[in-house]
């Protein structure tokens, strides 16, 4: 299967993934998900909101009663120039997991499925897990009808190019009803497992994060004419803020980053017109994130004051903690540790998932698989194959032991 995908939405200049919502890598992708559930004898099922079902016990969500689907899976889309595993890693090992199962001749009592949920990255329109935000009904038919990539296309646009019907799109609560769990393995985007010597870990709650754009408004003018001190050059109130964001987040043992930014005109011997960042924050907690963002947006204004700058900050998108179900998550311990040899470490993440999202509605839960660099976002981004071999059997326990009593 990793050889299969490993060349589908890939940049052989940077060696990096862009797998972009609705575009031909990600048709791609998606015919790849579809010929792994029918080569298996699944059910395949698209849903309103273009994710991805592959079912077995069951024809679709229609045929299953509340509460009785046991769900896996994760995304395939990518940030821009991202690495192999982030969301790839939970599919391929969903399909591996099932194989696993069958394999020992475990035989579901609960139907099982495996979903591929689209535009988790938010790479091309700029908001992170429509797929699952739509299908929950986190974000409404009408936002998401508003979305726009850099080019001007809308999300209605590029389904619709794509051969998807956007009039369709809005919560499922039907299918949500139907899931008695979710469980998504994803690499892990950090170290704390390389640290701790386990190749798997479970997640116990995603940091509140979100996503603010602040505009930066001054005055363009002739980079070699210009007086410094007759300028309004918004660019360094910017990198003010930059430096500000950086400070605060520290402080606070919080993350903050800059990492993205357009300019206007965008000359080399042009003084900005306008300069617009986009800032992504996270925390251990909602009140460590709004003292951060408090905090950032103060030091902007201060500046931007200074410089004669006139500031504009729209927060995009907010997620509030996740903590996941206890009983699950207990339960996934319970499972995991009657094989392994010493308790499975339960850790934090300050990364956005679909499992998240989901969280409001269904019982969900995550298993971590290490990444020995750390990285993730970028093609350094790693799991080594005795580590990803660990995460399938251990979503395969995992799968038995919620849908195989």
């Known amino acids: 299967m990793w050889q299969e995908l490993r060349p589908l939405g890939r940049n052989s200049a940077t060696g990096g993934y862009r797998r972009y919502a609705w575009t031909g890598a990600d048709a791609d992708c998606r015919a790849w998900f579809r010929t792994q559930a029918e080569a298996r004898g699944l059910a395949y099922e698209l849903d309103r909101n273009g994710n991805q079902w592959a079912w077995l016990g069951a024809t679709g969500h229609q045929d299953v009663a509340p509460g009785d689907a046991v769900v896996t899976g994760s995304h395939l889309d990518s940030v821009p120039d991202g690495g192999a595993f982030d969301g790839p890693l939970g599919v391929v090992s969903s399909f591996a997991a099932l194989d696993e199962l069958r394999s020992r001749g475990a035989e579901p009592a609960k139907p099982l499925a495996i979903v591929n949920f689209g535009d988790e990255e938010g790479a091309r329109f700029g908001l992170a ?12 038919p009408e936002a998401a009808h508003e979305l726009r990539d850099a080019d001007g296309i809308s999300l209605p646009q590029a389904m619709e190019r ?20 979710f469980v998504e393995l994803h690499v892990e985007q950090g170290r704390a497992l390389d640290l701790s010597g386990d190749p798997v870990g479970i ?7 979100g996503r603010w754009r602040f505009d930066f408004h001054g ?4 980079a070699g004419t210009t007086r410094l001190e007759d300028r309004r050059d918004p660019m360094l109130s910017y990198a003010a803020t930059v430096l500000a964001a950086r400070e605060q987040a520290r402080l606070a043992g919080a993350l903050a980053t800059f990492g993205k930014i357009s ?23 909602q009140d460590t994130l709004d003292t951060v963002i408090h ?10 004051q200074r410089d004669g700058i006139d500031l504009t900050v729209v927060r995009e998108s907010f997620t509030p903690v996740v903590e996941f179900e ?19 470490p339960v850790l934090g993440t ?22 020995p660099t750390g990285v993730s976002h970028s093609p350094a981004e790693a799991a080594e194959e005795d580590d990803c071999a660990a995460g399938v059997l251990a979503l395969a326990d995992v799968l038995e032991g919620l849908a195989c009593r």
């Open 129 to 140: 897990c429509v797929g699952s935000r739509l299908t929950a009904g986190a974000l409404t």
């Open 162 to 181: 794509a051969g998807y019907d956007p009039d369709a799109i809005g919560p499922d609560p039907e299918r949500l009803a139907t899931i008695g769990a």
């Open 203 to 209: 997640a116990s709650a995603i940091w509140p994060h």
């Open 219 to 222: 005055e363009a003018n002739h």
């Open 263 to 285: 300019v206007e005109p965008n000359g080399v011997n042009a003084i900005p017109s306008l300069v617009r960042g986009w800032l992504d924050s996270r925390a251990p907690d």
């Open 295 to 304: 905090g950032i947006e103060q030091a902007a204004a201060e500046r931007a």
């Open 326 to 344: 206890h009983a699950l998550r207990d339960e996934l311990s319970t499972i995991l540790g009657k094989t392994a040899e010493r308790p499975v």
């Open 350 to 371: 300050g990364a956005g998932h679909d499992a998240g999202i989901l969280s409001g509605t269904v019982p969900t839960a995550m298993l971590f698989v290490r990444n």
